[in-house]
């Protein structure tokens, strides 16, 4: 059964940096695009970040293009999202999520979900 555990959120000041972390288990890593996503108090799922099976390609949201920088590797099925320069509209629970796809253009095609992890909280605050 498919496993994503996220880690590495936690408190930031304003401008700062965070790096999460994604293990996952129970299906092929290296088959699958991944994506993170993220719900910030009393607000909807925001995708954030997609990346393909072999990490060629990656993708943004306009919110964090410039300031995020998604990857993966495949040698130990675990999928990343750097976060820098930190902004307080960035607080949320951060998920990390399985795609059915192997590839696709996430800006053109949209994200799919197909497994979640529990998330990890990302607070930004002075």
């Known amino acids: 059964q498919v496993q994503l555990v996220e880690s590495g959120g936690g408190l930031a000041q304003p401008g700062g940096s965070l790096r999460l972390s994604c293990a996952a288990s129970?299906?092929?890593?290296?088959?699958?695009?991944m994506s993170w996503a993220r719900q910030a108090p009393g607000k909807g799922l925001e995708w954030v970040s997609g990346?393909?099976?072999?990490?060629?390609?990656?993708y943004y949201a306009d919110s964090v293009k410039g300031r995020f920088t998604i990857s993966r590797d495949n040698a130990r099925n675990t999928l990343y999202l750097q976060m820098n320069d930190l902004k307080p509209e960035d607080t949320a629970l951060y998920y990390c999520?399985?795609?059915?796809?192997?590839?696709?253009?996430?800006?053109?095609?949209?994200?799919?979900?197909?497994?979640w992890g529990q998330g990890t909280q990302v607070t930004v605050s002075a």
């Open positions: 129970g299906f092929t890593f290296s088959r699958k695009a």
């Open positions: 999520a399985r795609d059915p796809r192997k590839d696709s253009d996430f800006l053109k095609n949209g994200p799919v979900y197909d497994g």
């Open positions: 990346i393909v099976s072999d990490g060629s390609n990656t």
